[in-house]
């Protein structure tokens, strides 16, 4: 039976409930995996929160994966804070019986991190990983909580304790998760940034275009019908009513006696009336002002951790295909790439003696493939990269989009030949699936002749724009 | 032979039957338009020439005191022209202007024009009125954002002479009683089509001419929308333009009724684009000829009137333009009458005789024109003589006719407070009103 472990802060206060206390740094000493959650007291929520984030920032996933649950007094600490916590239990109301509730409400997180591989010496150090594990870890739809305390408008409250200043930021983190289709995002809202600082708080303000002030004056105009004066609202108002100055008569309806036609700003700078104002964006953070249009605009996303992603998360990242891909034949960046396909290209255009071909292959449903294999995927790609090993050559250049899409270089390759060597590949492929797992993997597959007019970038496109999901 | 015959019926005439047979031309037309155009241009000249000095201290002044100078351009569906317009401002020997543009509710791209013109800095102040108000208060609008000492309205269909502005503002320094000074108009598209040549020719004879000669005698009762300058306080006493259409004229008479002088100078030029088509020259002409009814016989009837503030200039400026233009209109109708019942048998002498003489009358008027203007005209303006034969039938005909039919219908139908020149909410107020 798990039970709860008080972590000690630097507060002065005595520890507040009836619960086992460790210190910090005593924490490895802990058998952790008996520890159902661990208790912060909040009181202090400073001292509350360091303590969080070196829980997090551990290393051994049995220490920053396990729940954690807030002492709280009252609920004076902004709401991000509250929300990085699994949990929070009311010092004024706390007994046994919570604590125990708090046991089984956190129990399949334990549970799942109890059966992970190789978690008694396993040290995470890669952040995105642990991010990763921790998402993973709760089951949860990752939502973005607007905030004031951090230049980005918005944090990710949970994962916030993982990340000391120099770490790559949370959402820089996610993006790359997301990228090797490991997290699944979801929009949520855009934010603006200041291109200088990436701040999101900023200030649009209408601005004179003359002068730059913002110290404007709006008014509406007034047209009374009768005389055809034109003035503002202000020049009209006489006590409670609208007299026209020229005529003296009163406004009565408007569409009848009298309209609006339009507004007005006047700058109280430099007296310059315009209907146009300059928007002029002002960071609250580097006072720096700038056009809306030199802004930033991010995405914000809500993130769900994929097939892909929960594969990688229990067995780690050295399960992914492309890492085990990397390890037979080696992937060269999609930048390498580029420079490998320019230099093939003059090469052809320059001797005219010999023919290269560009392969595009993508495996359409990867996702089913990682829930199909679960703890057996690092076993079935070390077999798959030996199928692409056997087909492809040494001299062949390789690189990988995400874990489904891949672009070969097949060097004095004719198109025809590379048609018959891919086509072995998906026999191979496809007969590996439906001997070992009764499973069909769907293969898409196109090659082009490379040649100097070639546009690599648009080719990619196509294909992708045609093909990829 | 017609021509025999022509020159026999001459020389079997009386004194008494030229009278009899010519009296629209001999008593009215050639006494006050041919004989009084040379009589006051053979003074106005030789007058300017004397006054060379005097124009010389006023600008001399004017550049002294370098007043800002507000340009203002209300206009609908016009922001195809601004550019030229603002263009032309820029190239002004006077340079301390704003030039503030209002558009009455445009449903092109206008409003696109003139911000880029105003981001560029061609157009100090823009202002768009999301819905049409009418060009008084379109004019009214940019008024109140002005802030020049003097104002100078300009369509925005028009663009300047180079030293326009500076000429124009030079009789404001030369009599500080003056109120208003209207410009010169002259024909931009003269080229285009045979309506705009016959404009070209018609503009030099009555604007050119006939409002420097009305300036001279103090009768001048229409500063022209197109080119006029006013003085910034005046407008204020006046609180801007009233409901038009003919708004020019009105305001120009409530200067006058101010007790101040408005005068023409012909010096002070402004080229605008006439209507192409004969029958968009009698739309406009339709309305313009409807409002001397309006404003002349109905809003303004006061100034014939005794009164503690009658003004002698200022019934006689009414009185002339009322008598010559819209009692006399019926001459014709009674001269043909005349013709047809005792002299059916002279018909066709007469109408050629007739032809004749205002033919010569508009050659004489021409010469006139050219003798005011030589300095400002262009070698391609006097290629419009070869036209001023037509000239008797453009006005004798084509404009008599349109003008006969718009004082009727403004007579018995108040057709003005109907023109969609208004927006119909304007429209409908001020036939209401009687404004």
């Known amino acids: 039976m798990r039970k709860p472990w008080v972590i000690k802060t630097d507060n002065k206060h005595s520890v507040p409930v009836n619960v086992d206390c460790v210190a910090i740094d005593q924490i490895d000493s802990l058998p952790v ?46 709401a991000e804070i509250q929300k990085a916590a699994d949990g929070h239990i009311n010092l004024v109301s706390v007994d046994n019986a919570i604590l125990e509730d708090w046991v089984s409400r956190v129990e399949p997180v334990n549970h799942w991190i109890n059966h992970l591989a190789h978690v008694d010496e396993a040290q995470d150090t890669n952040i995105a990983f642990k991010v990763l594990r921790l998402i993973t870890s709760r089951n949860m739809e990752l939502e973005p909580v607007t905030t004031v305390r951090r230049n980005s408008g918005y944090v990710y409250p949970i994962l916030e304790p993982l990340f000391g200043k120099r770490d790559t930021g949370v959402m820089e983190t996610l993006s790359f998760l997301e990228s090797q289709h490991l997290l699944t995002g979801k929009y949520v809202s855009k934010a603006h940034y200041c291109s200088h600082c990436g701040s999101a708080f900023l200030n649009f303000k209408e601005s004179c275009p003359h002068c730059s002030s913002d110290d404007l004056a709006v008014d509406e105009l007034v047209h009374h019908f009768k005389c055809a004066y034109i003035a503002e609202m202000s020049e009209f108002k006489h006590g409670d009513h609208l007299q026209c100055p020229k005529c003296e008569r009163e406004l009565r309806h408007i569409g009848v006696d009298y309209d609006k036609p339009s507004m007005v700003f006047h700058c109280n700078q430099c007296s310059h009336t315009f209907q146009d104002p300059k928007i002029m964006v002002a960071c609250y953070n580097c006072g720096r002002s700038t056009e809306p249009e030199n802004q930033i605009v991010k995405v914000i996303q809500s993130y769900s951790v994929s097939a892909i992603g929960l594969n990688a998360a229990e067995y780690g990242l050295e399960a992914l295909f492309t890492n085990i891909l990397d390890s037979e034949l080696r992937l060269y960046s999609i930048n390498a790439f580029h420079d490998f396909f320019h230099v093939e290209a003059a090469r052809i255009s320059r001797y005219k003696i010999s023919s290269s071909s560009l392969a595009m292959i993508q495996f359409r449903d990867i996702d089913q493939l990682y829930i199909k294999l679960g703890g057996r995927a690092q076993e079935v790609f070390a077999e798959l990269s030996a199928i692409f090993k056997s087909v492809l050559r040494q001299s062949d250049i390789i690189t990988a989009r995400n874990e489904s899409i891949f672009f070969v270089i097949m060097t004095e390759t004719k198109k025809q030949e590379a048609y018959r060597a891919i086509e072995r590949l998906q026999e191979d492929v496809v007969a590996l699936f439906k001997n070992n797992l009764d499973f069909s993997p769907q293969l898409v597959i196109s090659i082009e002749a490379i040649d100097e007019q070639m546009d690599l970038e648009k080719t990619l496109e196509d294909f992708l724009g045609n093909h990829a999901v | 032979m017609p021509f025999e015959g022509v020159i026999n019926f001459v020389n079997g005439l009386s004194a008494g039957q030229i009278l009899a047979y010519f009296w629209p031309f001999f008593l009215l037309d050639m006494t006050r338009y041919l004989f009084l155009d040379v009589i006051v241009i053979l003074i106005y000249i030789p007058k300017r020439i004397l006054n060379k000095a005097r124009f010389l201290n006023a600008r001399k002044r004017l550049y002294k005191e370098l007043p800002l100078i507000s340009v203002i351009v209300p206009g609908k569906n016009e922001g195809k022209h601004i550019p030229r317009l603002a263009y032309s401002l820029d190239n002004q020997t006077y340079k301390n202007i704003e030039l503030i543009v209002v558009d009455d509710g445009s449903d092109d791209n206008t409003a696109t024009i003139c911000r880029e013109l105003e981001r560029k800095g061609k157009i100090q102040c823009f202002i768009r009125n999301e819905v049409r108000g009418g060009k008084a208060s379109a004019a009214n609008t940019a008024l109140k954002y002005s802030n020049g000492k003097y104002v100078i309205h300009i369509d925005a269909d028009s663009h300047l002479a180079y030293d326009a502005v500076e000429t124009i503002l030079l009789p404001f320094y030369m009599n500080p009683n003056i109120g208003a000074v209207g410009g010169d108009v002259r024909v931009a598209n003269a080229e285009e089509t045979f309506a705009t040549r016959m404009q070209a020719i018609e503009y030099l004879k009555s604007i050119s001419t006939g409002r420097t000669i009305s300036s001279e005698l103090n009768i001048l009762r229409i500063i022209a929308g197109a080119h006029g300058a006013f003085r910034r306080d005046v407008l204020d006493r006046l609180y801007g333009w009233d409901v038009g259409p003919g708004l020019d004229g009105d305001i120009t008479l409530k200067i006058r009724k101010l007790g101040f002088r408005v005068v023409h100078e012909p010096m002070a030029i402004c080229y605008t684009n006439v209507p192409t088509t004969f029958w968009r020259l009698a739309k406009q002409r339709f309305r313009w000829d409807r409002s001397m009814v309006r404003f002349r016989v109905r809003k303004h009837r006061d100034v014939l009137f005794p009164s503690a503030q009658f003004n002698f200039a200022n019934f006689m400026a009414t009185a002339e333009n009322i008598f010559f233009n819209i009692i006399l209109d019926i001459k014709w109708c009674i001269y043909f009458i005349q013709m047809v019942v005792f002299y059916p048998d002279q018909l066709e002498y007469i109408f050629i005789i007739n032809y004749f003489l205002y033919l010569m009358a508009n050659i004489l008027e021409f010469v006139v ?42 007579f018995l139908y108040g ?14 107020i001020a036939k209401r009103e009687k404004l």
């Open chain 2, 369 to 410: 024109a050219c003798a005011l203007l030589h300095l400002s005209l262009r070698p391609r303006d006097y290629f419009l003589a070869v036209f001023i034969p037509l000239i008797p039938f453009y006005t004798g005909l084509f404009l008599r006719i349109v003008r006969t039919y718009a004082y009727l219908m403004e």
């Open chain 1, 33 to 78: 995996e008996d520890v159902a959650y661990w208790l912060i007291d909040m009181r202090i929520w400073q001292d509350g929160w360091q303590t969080l984030c070196q829980v997090r920032r551990h290393l051994s996933p049995k220490v920053y994966l396990r729940p954690v649950v807030f002492l709280m007094e009252s609920m004076e600490m902004p």
């Open chain 2, 415 to 428: 057709a003005s407070y109907m023109d969609k020149w208004n927006p119909w909410k304007v429209s409908r």
